[in-house]
């Protein structure tokens, strides 16, 4: 978990405001459970608009080497025993069945 979150902080600092992509202007904040589809780079420009220095929040990839060893649900629950409140995911897919 220490590396997502590492990675994440990378990230956000790379994370470019040059060019505010208007989806980020139509994110309802004060709702529970949003999902944007479509437009790269969109979650990231939010938080770093919204959170920027938030402890409590984190942006990880799914498609990260970190979850073919760990489960979501494992991942969300340690996440919230951490104090953590936003948790916003990238690269979701529908699991094969």
Known sequence: MERLI?????????????????TVYEINRDARLIGIR??????????????????????????????????LYDFADRFVKRGGTRLHLDEVHKSPQ
């Open 6 to 22: 590492e990675m994440y902080r990378k990230k956000l600092r790379f994370t470019s405001t040059a060019f505010i992509r208007s």
């Open 38 to 71: 479509g437009a790269r780079g969109v979650p990231q420009q939010h938080i770093k608009r919204n959170f920027p220095q938030d402890e409590r929040t984190i942006y990880v990839s799914l498609d990260s080497i970190y979850f073919s060893d760990n489960t």
